[in-house]
């Protein structure tokens, strides 16, 4: 029973997905081999790709290695280690097993009756874009630019907020690395970002180095609705949008693709949206789907095929169990909610058995939030999608259920190589849980990110505030658990 | 369960109401729950004709009674989620399936039941009661005044056998004044206190108004006739609200017109935990909201719920993460709601209340359900383990001594899908 109105956040909210893909290491646009004709044409007139013109400027924060020992350890790499160890050191996880050496100065954790995980990732998040508060009058609501179906040419990270009071609450639900989207407003909604849940005075400082931009697209009910007077009105007329925009992206990038080989005279015209489109087209950004229904996701497929591009995931998949041999088969992963459905047609069909029959298919099982509440708790989230598999006879281990949460999100951002299990040399963003993680009654603890201690639930006056909270928002003394 | 019952509890659509005869159930050698009592280990529950007859140690299972053995499982009453539209709202974006608002005149609705428009065949009332909920408070959900509040059982037939009663709180939504047409949230007040005193002058001039030998009023005549249980304190007024400040101001109201009051939703309560202790107003809200999501929610917590029945408020337990349908398609998961109040202070015993006893009489139906105590109605659930945990199970779910084996369109649906391809050319 809350006072704001749900129904529109129903709406706007729930809805988007669109997912980077790694880049090779972005470059300046002014570091081009074409420096000739980029004296001739000036900075920021090339349509280049690998252009990074808000590079990150993260750095860890200071750590000291850290071992945790004596603790359950879900990997997501391979079998639960009962009774193991870890070594964080230098930002990485430096060692693993039944014992690990502490060096000196180490701060050392027992875990007894605790768990640790990877850090968990959600590739579906508006933190940051749509931030509180969201009064009337605030104008916190920046993730749908519903002036056109199409726009390629936003990009969310220019609309995210770092001092958002829901992203401290984030990183304590133990989410390390998050995905942020446009809305699914538009068929084409603009470039995602890829974000650690960290401090910071700007989006560059919160940006994953090298992490690949994403594209947001959306099927279905919610463009059609919201351009119902200008068009597209019309589930046909959807999916026309989308092919009208890939054939001017693919002559787009010929154009280019052809300048840049040959950089001789004036450069074609540069156009925001189609360079997004076209480094789709090269597959340097990767696409994040918004389709609720199982065939729309099979037309979209198809669309995908006709201009030669992937689609990496999937989201909002509320259908995904009824075609997930297909997406097995092309490799796409299905980023899903554990049960939400029935707010509007297209999500009746929601069954709390997906994710388990997502994973059984051998596709790759996502759980996302696109919810500035559920994100905090998705670890219940995927509990609930094992309860559900475990009571139609498709049993999943807790093994297997924590790589819905870790390693299958760092795959659908193609960071799979640097974060999402618990493995030596893999960045150290790892999550101490107060006991198992599938349990309503665990809490998180502790977690760090590359390396660095960033949350830590018995050190209250430690916590990360929000410019915005301060002298606004209480502080809350805390209240122990009292199972 | 004799045959035909069972088929007719697979059909969620049967609009006939089902006599149950005299049919005895024994659940025997469970942890069991009563709520309204100490748990007793290895307990029988004894149900004849809808009825709990019996709950204790060491009873004789009547003859002839069909016997359920829940050695190793928890018994707990039906749950009751306390804060949902269940019923009156099927499909969300589709208009035409949502009956859980009135458009009222000048945002006062009070004279609404939202009960009236229940749907007996939503698809929704199995996939919640497979979980365990039995019991659900279905309210109405816009204006200032916004109607009235019902307490349903989820039992197959029509909709006048589900209502328990029909009427059971008065709905008022006092947390933002611009979205029932006050300028600011001193206007709004000035309107509830007019539209209240009118309420008292209709009361006292019914015969001059018939006559129209009365100043007109700021309501109509069924809104004035239905905020009178409110004013003689026999309905409590459910104030939906979350701002501290603004919940004072309800405790300030509710004192000047002698009214029962409920603070609903109630973000910033535990700043005020103890006038409304002091004021013996029940609380409903959740355990999984902590976002400042506007001005008026900036204390929102976890912890509001434990804070407060640590005070002495009464607590009811209900979704308020605000995510995924939690008052219609999810409200199936308030006894997760339950166990994240545990994660955050509040005792497992006094969670288990939350969703059982303690909403029943908050909303004055704890005569009827909400415990397992004879004479109440038989809601019980045998569980696989602890109800609050993801990975239990609702084995048996009872209700009005009818055990239902619900399957629901969701089971339906992935039963279908289970393998793939799916064959259309047989029923799942």
């Known amino acids: ?483 | 369960m004799r045959r035909t019952t069972l088929l007719l509890a697979l059909g969620t659509t049967v609009l006939v109401p089902l006599e149950i005869g005299a049919q005895t159930i024994a659940i025997t050698g469970g942890k069991v729950f009563p709520v309204s009592g100490a748990p007793i280990d290895g307990g029988t529950v004894i149900i004849r004709d809808g009825k709990i007859v019996a709950v204790g140690a060491g009873l004789t299972v009547p003859a002839g009674a069909q016997q359920i053995d829940a050695t190793g499982k928890w018994v707990t009453p039906g749950l009751v989620n306390a804060s949902t539209i269940l019923g009156l709202s099927e499909i969300g974006a589709i208009a035409g399936t949502n009956d859980a608002s009135a458009q009222g005149r000048d945002n006062i609705a009070a004279a609404f039941q939202a009960a009236d428009g229940l749907n007996p065949a939503s698809v929704l009332l199995s996939a919640t009661r497979e979980d365990g909920i039995t019991t659900v408070i279905v309210h109405p959900d816009r204006g200032l005044f916004a109607g009235q509040s019902a307490v349903i059982e989820i039992v197959d037939g029509s909709a006048t056998s589900m209502i328990v009663k029909l009427s059971v709180a008065m709905v008022a939504n006092l947390g933002d004044a611009r979205a029932v047409g006050a300028g600011s949230r001193g206007e709004m007040l000035l309107r509830v206190r007019e539209i209240l005193d009118d309420a008292r002058s209709y009361a006292r001039r019914r015969a001059d108004f018939e006559r129209a030998q009365t100043r007109p009023f700021a309501a109509s005549r069924l809104d004035l006739e239905a905020l009178q249980p409110v004013l003689s304190g026999r309905l409590p007024l459910l104030v939906v609200v979350d701002k501290a400040s603004d919940i004072e101001a309800a405790l300030r109201i509710a004192r000047e017109f002698g009214i029962r009051l409920i603070i609903g939703g109630g973000a910033e309560a535990w700043m005020v935990a103890g006038q409304l202790a002091a004021a013996q107003a029940a609380v409903l809200t959740g355990a999984m909201d902590n976002i400042p999501r506007n001005f008026n929610a900036l204390g929102a917590r976890q912890e509001n719920a434990a804070l407060l029945r640590a005070a002495g408020v009464a607590i009811a337990l209900i979704g308020n993460a605000g995510g995924g349908g939690e008052d219609q398609f999810n409200v199936r998961n308030v006894r997760y709601e339950a166990g994240n109040a545990v994660a955050y202070g509040m005792s497992w015993t006094d969670a288990l209340r939350a969703i059982t006893l303690a909403p029943a009489e908050i909303f004055g139906v704890s005569d009827k359900l909400g415990a397992l105590q004879a004479g109440r109605d038989a809601n019980v659930v045998v569980w696989s383990g602890d109800p609050f945990e993801f990975s239990t199970r609702a084995e048996h779910v009872i209700v009005r001594g009818r055990e239902y084996r619900d399957v629901s369109r969701q089971d339906l649906l992935a039963k279908r899908y289970k393998q793939l391809p799916p064959d259309y050319e047989h029923q799942p």
Request: glycine share 10%; hydrophobic share 40%.
């Open chain 1, 1 to 483: 029973m809350r006072t704001a109105a749900l129904a529109a956040v129903m709406v706007t909210a729930a809805c988007s997905a669109a997912t980077a893909r790694q880049a090779p290491a972005p470059q300046r646009a002014a570091a081009d081999s074409t420096s000739k004709s980029t004296a001739t044409v000036g900075l920021g007139g090339m349509s280049t790709p690998n252009a990074d013109p808000f590079p990150s400027t993260y750095h860890p924060l200071p750590s000291k290695p850290t071992v945790i020992r004596n603790v359950t350890i879900l990997t997501a790499a391979g079998p639960t280690i009962h009774g193991g160890a870890l070594l964080l050191r230098d930002g990485k996880i430096a060692a693993l097993g039944a014992t690990v050496e502490a060096p000196s100065g180490a701060l050392v954790i027992d875990g007894a009756g605790m768990y640790v995980t990877p850090g968990i990732i959600d590739i579906h998040s508006h933190v940051g874009g749509n931030a509180a508060p969201n009064d009337r009058g605030a104008n916190t609501e920046d993730v749908n630019e519903a002036t056109n179906p199409s726009t390629p040419y936003v990009w969310v990270e220019h609309s995210v907020w770092p001092q958002d009071p829901q992203l401290p609450r984030v990183l304590a639900g133990g989410v390390t690395t998050i995905q942020v989207l446009p809305g699914s407003a538009n068929l084409i909604g603009g470039r995602s970002v890829v974000l650690k849940v960290v401090p910071s005075r700007s989006v560059q400082g919160m940006k994953f180095p090298g992490a690949k931009y994403g594209l947001k697209m959306a099927c279905g009910e919610n463009p059609k609705r919201v351009y119902a007077q200008r068009g597209p009105s019309t589930r046909m007329g959807n999916v026309a949008g989308y092919r009208t925009a890939w054939i001017q992206a693919e002559a787009y990038r010929r154009r280019w693709d052809k300048w840049n080989a040959n950089p001789q005279g004036e450069p074609p015209a540069r156009d925001l949206g189609m360079e997004t489109l076209a480094e789709v087209l090269r597959g340097n950004i990767l696409v994040h789907n918004h389709c609720y229904r199982a065939d729309e996701m099979m037309q979209m497929i198809d669309i995908a095929k006709e201009f030669g591009y992937k689609i990496r995931a999937f989201h909002h998949g509320v259908e995904a169990y009824k075609i997930a041999d297909v997406l097995a088969r092309e490799g796409i992963g299905a980023a899903v909610w554990a049960d939400w459905g029935g707010f509007k047609l297209e999500a009746a069909d929601a069954v709390r058995a997906n994710m388990a029959l997502i994973d059984k298919a051998g596709a790759h099982t996502i759980v996302h939030s696109d919810d500035e509440s559920g994100i905090q708790r998705l670890n219940q989230e995927a509990a609930k999608g094992v309860a559900a598999g475990s009571a139609i006879g498709v049993p999943v281990s807790e093994d297997e259920a924590i790589k819905w949460l870790t390693i299958n999100p760092a795959w659908a951002l193609d960071l799979d190589s640097k974060i999402g299990s618990i493995a030596v040399g893999k960045n150290a963003d790892v999550v101490l849980w107060s006991g198992d993680p599938f349990s309503v009654y665990t809490r998180t603890e502790k977690v760090w990110i590359d390396g660095a201690m960033v949350f830590d639930r018995s050190d209250p006056a430690e916590r990360w505030r929000t410019d915005f909270e301060l002298g606004f928002v209480p502080a809350a003394s805390t209240v122990g658990g009292n199972k």
